[in-house]
């Protein structure tokens, strides 16, 4: 099961050996807000910076999804995400995703540039596996337990590693059901999306039974409190935890690593991959 890549509406995302999401968010909150000029003018120079450092692909949000976040109507979403992305196509090379639940943003940004769509809540909203479908771009599905607002409250689980795996199985089989062939498909195990510190460890362990399905795996882990709480660390120090998580993460076999920090999580996915792939080097 050689992992070729991915046509994104045009742009190819190769994948012959992992590549680094860069992480950029388009919320009130970053610098980045996408509907101010101020704002888009930040976030393509922060993308390209991240192209320049290696990131092979820019991930869009316009919804904070950490933990506790509210959710954002769809009107706020596109004013935060079109203008980003239309500006974002047209100033770096690399595909973009967009990181959205909603299929009215959905089909909008794919229409204004975006090549691939990052869905958290793998294509369960009503119309969301029609529009990803109609889209005709790749598609990330992520595994979650809960809803952002609640998820870390107590997740439960007998078997973290297995049931995500069936999760992941049963919405890649809905979105072939649904129109979307496989070669289009992304998994992503959802690190942090309703699941204990210890749950998400024993994920990373075992991330080969998820790469084991076939289909490219994305991971995210980036900043995130699986670092701070293991390593009581601030978010502004969970540099050293996060190129940790990236290496173990492409040694057991996931091809995309979505990150805040991209030189330094390129230099770990070589490292990681090399050890992976001696048979690449040279
Ligand atoms: C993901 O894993 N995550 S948004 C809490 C933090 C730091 C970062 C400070 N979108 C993923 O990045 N899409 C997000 O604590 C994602 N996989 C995919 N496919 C959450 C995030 C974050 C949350």
């Known amino acids: 099961m050689p992992v070729a890549g991915l046509d994104c509406g045009g742009r190819w995302l190769d994948l012959s050996a992992p590549r680094v999401v860069g992480v950029l968010n388009v919320t009130p909150d970053s610098f980045s807000d996408g509907g101010s000029v101020a704002g888009i003018d930040d976030a393509v120079a922060r993308a390209r910076l991240m192209v320049e450092e290696g990131a092979a692909m820019i991930d869009v949000g316009g919804e904070s999804s950490r933990p506790g976040a509210a959710p954002v109507d769809e009107d706020e979403e596109l004013r935060r995400v079109l203008p980003a992305v239309e500006a974002l196509a047209a100033s770096v090379p690399v595909p973009l995703s967009v990181d959205t639940c909603k299929p009215g943003v959905m089909r909008a940004a794919v229409a204004a540039g975006a090549g691939m769509i990052n869905d958290i809540h793998a294509l369960a909203a009503p119309g969301a596996l029609e529009a990803a479908a109609e889209a005709k771009v790749p598609v990330c599905l992520m595994h979650m337990q809960g809803e952002p607002r609640t998820m ?131």
């Open 152 to 282: 870390q409250q107590a997740p439960r689980y007998t078997d973290v590693v297995s049931e995500v795996r069936v999760f992941l199985e049963g919405r890649l089989e809905a979105a072939v059901r649904a129109g979307i062939p496989r070669d289009r498909l992304v998994l992503d195990p959802g690190f942090g999306f309703g699941k204990t510190l210890r749950n998400n460890y024993e994920l990373l362990g075992r991330l080969d039974a998820v790469t084991a399905l076939g289909v490219p795996v994305l991971v995210g882990m980036s900043r995130k409190s699986m670092l701070g709480n293991l390593l009581d660390r601030p978010v502004n120090r969970r540099l050293y935890g996060g190129v940790a998580a990236a290496a173990l993460a492409v040694f057991h076999g996931a091809r995309l690593v979505r990150t805040h920090d991209v030189a330094a999580t390129v230099d770990a996915v070589r490292v990681a991959w090399a050890a992976r792939r001696p048979d690449w080097i040279e």
